[in-house]
């Protein structure tokens, strides 16, 4: 299965907006997510360089998909996380 | 490092002092990127792959671990991030094909490294920088695997001096100034991001000191961050009187208050070098007169649109009201060189820092500048503060005249313009004559266009030196223009922070100084000690010398 979603924070997925992306990919291990552009390569949601590698700006579309046990939850929260405007989040303590 | 690395005793080694004040301590030295052994066959190839796995974790763990002491903010995101590729699957991956193909586990790192750093300076703009940090994770990771020290700030565990060739931001920024006594780098020039961060921290610093690489860990010296002297293998003793004689500095010049002036009452006013609000609360902490260079780029980095005007008037009405009253001297926007903005686009001009940066950008985009300034009035009216306005990247009086005129066209009564530029220095009757209230010197940029030297570069160090005979004279020329002109003249670069170089400046006419708030005591004390008439033989001592050593040099034993 899969979602779209437009990226919402101000930097795109660079800097910390990406950090916190990946990591929370990383937590939805076993489940493997990949992240594209519409119609380009997946590549592993879980991976800095391929994610920093898709050069995402604001308001880029992405493709999130996943397939097996968890994978509606996983990219529920990571479609979540990506349409919060994470650059305006206060950094945590 | 560590094979050639012998103990000196009872050696001077000298450099450029760029961070004021005296510590002493045991050396530990920065590791050195390490470099590949000959290539080993491999026997056991899972055991290899284990071994390359288990560096990238240890790299991965030890970032991890700074990340968390560092403070929350862009410093700990950048550690963070960096913890976070080292523990990319696609390194991973890599280093398993070269396992594969029959490297050992360092060259298989090494390989799996370079294929990543291909990768990113292929897709090129932001994520070509991104490479310079594989290359730093690389070197941590077969660091680990061959043994030797990680490159990176060492953790003796006691306080001591750091030595090393350079420092990169992300090791200056995680820099403990309770553990770090002083800094002292073998390449480096006075206006590096070393010596702008060691100031800051105020720890002293001596760049630019060649061999201090040769000196072994654990031997014993004294640094002086305002002679640039290293005393190396100096005995417990000698070190336990200069940290005793820092102790009483530091508590004097804590007690340090009131408005600058000389011997004889010639006030000069002491001003800080702000980036935001926070550091705005410095003002009245440290006692200074006000701001005389609030740097508004830290709204513009990271965006790919022009803030807007409400935001900018709120965050530039932050720091008014931070101030408490106190004048405060905003910067327009300072950006392209060394301080590229997404939203400006690539600045693809082959040589940047000659290009379309700081006032020049109104060229091109004039609403930038226009917004900047309609979101200052309004930040002015709204807190009611003593609000001027200057322009980077000044050449010409008619550059001046026409920011002026924008300026109170805005509403703003007060403008003024940096000087940066040897043109701008050399016209400046002409700058003041075109309706300008004040200049502002910016030594850090005047000595990089005068001298014809780019400010990072290290093996440069001595042109960039802000006691260069040359770069007095420009100066020199703008406290005379100032004069005639009876206006002010200030100087907001490094060398405004200098205690010794302070009163050869008053000399030369200059009428205010900014500097970070850790300097302003320093200076404040040192400008008391002297009479103005004193200070204009001492500017004509460093006018007269030959050089930044000989200018020194006769300005101390004037004193």
Request: proline share 6%; glycine share 10%.
């Amino acid at each position: 299965m899969q979602r779209e979603v437009t990226v919402a924070s101000a930097s795109g997925l660079h800097a910390r907006p990406a950090a916190i992306f990946v990591r929370a990919a990383m937590a939805a291990a076993p489940v493997a997510v990949t992240i594209s552009r519409p119609g380009g390569r997946p590549l592993n949601a879980a991976s800095a360089l391929s994610v920093l590698s898709l050069g995402v700006e604001q308001g880029t579309t992405v493709v999130l998909a996943a397939d097996g046990d968890g994978a509606e939850a996983a990219l529920d929260r990571l479609a979540a996380l990506l349409e919060t405007d994470l650059d305006a989040e206060p950094a945590d303590g | 490092m560590g094979e050639r690395a012998t103990v000196l005793v009872g050696v001077a080694l000298s450099g450029v002092g760029v961070s004021p004040g005296s510590a002493g301590g045991p050396v530990y030295r920065k590791g050195d990127p390490p470099r590949l052994p000959a290539p080993v066959p491999v026997t056991d190839a899972a055991a290899e792959r284990g071994r390359a796995h288990d560096a990238l974790d240890a790299v991965a763990a030890e970032l991890t671990a700074r990340a968390r002491e560092c403070p929350p903010g862009h410093q700990r995101d950048i550690v963070d991030a960096l913890a976070l590729i080292a523990a990319d699957p696609l390194l991973a991956d890599g280093v398993d094909d070269a396992v594969a193909a029959g490297h050992d586990a360092p060259h298989a790192v090494d390989a799996a490294f370079a294929q990543q750093r291909e990768m990113l300076e292929s897709l090129g703009g932001m994520l070509a920088e991104r490479a310079a940090d594989l290359g730093d994770l690389r070197d941590r990771a077969v660091a680990w695997l061959l043994g030797v020290p990680m490159p990176g700030v060492p953790r003796p565990g006691v306080p001591y001096v750091l030595v090393a060739r350079d420092l990169a931001p992300v090791d200056t920024a995680a820099l403990d100034p309770h553990q770090v006594r002083a800094l002292v780098t073998d390449e480096g020039g006075p206006t590096s991001h070393t010596a702008i961060l060691a100031t800051a921290l105020g720890i002293p610093a001596v760049v630019a000191c060649r061999g201090v690489l040769d000196v072994a860990d654990g031997t014993l010296v004294v640094v002086d961050g305002d002679s640039g002297r290293v005393d190396v293998g100096v005995d417990e003793a000698a070190v336990a009187d200069v940290m005793a004689a820092a102790q009483r500095r530091a508590a004097r010049l804590a007690e340090s208050r009131g408005p600058g002036m000389t011997a004889d009452g010639h006030r000069v006013a002491l001003y800080l070098n702000i980036g935001s609000a926070a550091d705005a609360d410095a003002v009245a902490r440290v006692d200074a007169e006000g701001v005389g260079l609030f740097r508004t780029e830290f709204l513009f980095l990271d965006r790919t649109t022009a803030p807007t005007v409400d935001e900018q008037r709120e965050s530039y009405a932050a720091v008014f009201a931070a101030c408490g009253g106190r004048p405060v001297v905003v910067r327009t926007l300072d950006a392209g060189a060394d301080k590229p903005l997404p939203f400006l686009g690539p600045d693809t001009s082959p040589n940047p820092a000659l290009g379309v940066r700081g006032l020049r950008i109104d060229r091109l985009q004039p609403e930038i500048l226009d917004v900047q300034l309609d979101a200052m009035t309004r930040a002015a009216a709204s807190t009611g503060a003593d609000v001027r306005v200057m322009a980077p990247m000044v050449a010409t009086a008619a550059e001046a005249g026409a920011f002026a005129a924008r300026v109170r066209g805005h509403g703003l009564p007060v403008a003024g313009v940096m000087v940066e530029i040897p043109a701008a220095a050399l016209q400046a009757e002409r700058i003041f004559a075109a309706g300008v209230d004040f200049v502002s010197i910016g030594t850090n940029d005047l000595s990089q266009y005068t001298m014809a030297a780019d400010r990072q570069a290290g093996s440069l160090a001595d042109l960039l030196d802000a006691w260069q005979p040359a770069l007095l004279r420009l100066v020199g020329m703008c406290g005379d223009a100032g004069r005639a002109a009876g206006k002010p003249v200030g100087v907001c670069g490094e060398a405004a922070a200098d205690p010794l170089l302070a009163p050869v400046l008053v000399g030369l006419g200059v009428t205010s100084l900014s500097m970070s708030a850790v300097s302003v005591a320093a200076v404040r004390e040192a400008l008391a000690a002297v009479t103005l008439d004193e200070c204009r033989v001492l500017a004509a001592a460093a006018l007269a010398a030959a050089s930044p050593a000989d200018a020194r040099e006769a300005v101390r034993a004037a004193l």
